[in-house]
């Protein structure tokens, strides 16, 4: 079992690893050997997971969770096959932990008080009669 927090793990059975050739640095050994890591996670069907965190780690992959709710990460960063399969797995146990993580607290929006508001508008009336006082003088009836 993949541990993801105290309570909550994952089977290593419902991980899917593909491996592909990968660009970028290497030398030869790219054109040779399928270095990079596609590993799909089915999270809309997973055992492990309870309904809310699925839906939450869904939702947190965003692109890279398809429409019927697998995740799918890709590592080509590493020039060898280990490094990506741990980089790709690294990924996908931080997006859980970011899923099984309490949500945030709804925000109530709240009404100003009274007294803030007539400061508010007292220091904008003031700021309008200070902007005003810099303009040019009235001319005078002499």
């Not at 899917?16 to 089915?42: I, M, Y």
């Not at 399969?85 to 607290?105: G, N, S, V």
Request: charged fraction near 30%; hydrophobic fraction near 35%; proline fraction near 8%.
């Amino acid at each position: 079992m993949i541990p993801i927090t105290e309570r909550l793990s994952l089977d290593p059975a419902e991980l899917e690893e593909r491996f592909f050739r990968a660009g970028g640095p290497g030398g030869q050994n790219v054109n040779k050997v399928s270095t990079a890591v596609q590993l799909r996670f089915d999270a809309a069907r997973s055992p492990s997971l309870p309904q809310a965190v699925r839906d939450r780690a869904i939702r947190l992959a965003g692109r890279r969770a398809s429409g019927d709710g697998v995740i799918l990460i890709i590592a080509h960063r590493f020039r060898s096959q280990e490094r990506n399969r741990e980089d790709a797995l690294q990924r996908l146990i931080e997006l859980l932990r970011e899923a099984a993580a309490a949500p945030p607290p709804v925000r109530r929006p709240t009404r100003p008080t009274g007294s803030s508001v007539r400061r508010r508008l007292a220091e904008k009336s003031r700021r309008s009669g200070v902007k005003t006082a810099r303009g040019r003088p009235e001319p005078t009836d002499e």
